[in-house]
């Protein structure tokens, strides 16, 4: 880390642990549940939510001074709005068959609470480097929660991983099918992603008994 | 009977939090509380029966491929037919978004202070509430035919959420006096009786699906009536009893799709 002093680094190292924006900060938890059962599609929202979060911090720090406070809300709004059209653009073109997936969720990172509660809590009253490091290190604690729903969830409930065949065939009976396995298929329902996140939260708040809130 | 249908759908069935998470941040945030969970819901309610309406037309008449025929040739648009705005539909439905909630408070701080006092400090917040843009976005994904059509769907889906936050709000409230694992207090537990919540909501899935029309109704009566409590013990499990029974087309798509694997 000759790069980053030790200040900057912890901008980064920050959110991937105790102070993750989804299971601490409660911010972007729309997005985190409604794309994860497949890893794919997890990947690339987080890629998209880093793009998006990293430049959108540049930006609005840049303006950080001669935005009026009253009218900053919308002046965030179509800052952000602008860069995930390029996303979605960008997805439409190259990965079609992935934005049809993602349908609306892409559109829906605009209004994800993590990207406008950075730019309120930091972007608006740092410079632009310091930014664009706490972007970065909040969309990969994203990212990192993401990751971890999104294998769960295709692992037990396709039995793949990044649509390979991780487990065996399921039809022809091969690898741990042989012996009975089966895959659980509600594991891909929706309502499983609030469950899995929770039994994150539950390990994570476990394991640092700081983070243990009141009743 | 098509708006009576869609007013379900979209309260039971495609609920906004349990069927698509939206606005699940504000969801968590303010459902301490059931007083302050009511202010939220009814403000959601009010904004997306606006803005959901607002936007029908902004994309009907300016964003769609082809909404600009109307306009006078003399304004020398050339190809209108074939012009196609709608990668501005982001932009154009979030600025919507946050000029209306700016406007509604205005207007309700003028009109009506008593109401400006339970909403006021909850419209801010919902500029940002993915429901909202959720609302707006799915309506033109889903492509829905009429202005009157969106207004049903937007004052539909907005019940729908907060039919949910009431709900769990009275949960969390009860949810004090047990005792919960310490680590899992507050966020965790929360994430978790959402999730059962959901799965419950799954069993409404066979609602609008077939038979004919006496059952519809039966069925749509049946669901009004577990509604009544939504915070009660029983009727989540009655609910989640439901599940086994009922057919529901997602499970009935995630099923086609795991034998395709």
Known sequence: MALLSKKDAKLIIDPLTDNNPITIQVLGICSALAITAELQASIVMSVSVLFVLGLGNVVISLMRNIIPSKIRIIVQLIVVATLVIIVDLVLKAFAY??????????????????????????????????????????????????????????????????????????????????????????????????????????????????????? | ?????????????????????????????????????????????FVLAVTVPLNWLLDQYLLQEGALVWLDPKYGVDGSETLDLSFLSFIMFIATIATMVQLVEIVVEKFSPSLYNSLGIFLPLIAVNCAI??????????????????????????????????????????????????????????????????????????MLTGGDEDKKEQTTEAASLIKLEPSSESTDKQITTEIAEKEDTNVVAENIKETEN
């Open chain 2, 133 to 206: 843009l959720g609302g707006s976005l799915f309506m033109q994904s889903r492509e829905i035919p009429s202005l009157g059509l969106a207004l049903t769907y937007g004052i539909g889906s907005g019940i729908g959420w907060f039919l949910a936050i009431l709900a769990i709000a009275a949960i969390r409230e009860k949810i004090r006096y047990s005792s919960v694992p310490p680590a899992l207090r507050g966020l965790g537990i929360t994430f978790i009786i959402t999730g059962l919540m959901a799965i419950g909501f799954m069993s409404f899935g066979g």
């Open chain 1, 97 to 215: 068959e992935l934005s049809k997936t993602l349908s609306v969720f892409v559109g829906l990172i605009i209004t994800n609470c993590i990207i406008m509660g950075r730019f309120e809590a930091f972007a608006l009253g740092n410079g632009p480097w310091k930014s664009f490091l706490d972007g970065i290190g909040n969309s990969l604690g994203y990212a990192v929660i993401l990751i971890i729903v999104g294998f769960f969830r295709e692992l037990l409930g396709s039995g793949t991983l990044l649509g390979i065949q991780v487990l065996g065939d399921p039809i022809e009976k091969t690898g741990l099918y042989s012996i009975g396995y089966e895959n659980n298929g509600f594991m891909l329902l929706s309502p499983m992603a609030l469950i899995v996140v929770g039994l994150i939260i539950w390990v994570q708040r476990s394991r640092n008994q700081a983070l243990i809130e009141e009743n």
């Open chain 2, 1 to 45: 009977m098509e708006h009576l249908e869609l007013f379900f759908k979209s309260i039971f069935i495609d609920n906004m939090v349990f069927a698509t998470f939206l606005g699940m941040c504000s969801y968590l945030a303010v459902s301490k509380k059931v007083t302050t969970a009511v202010g939220l819901g009814a403000a959601v309610i």
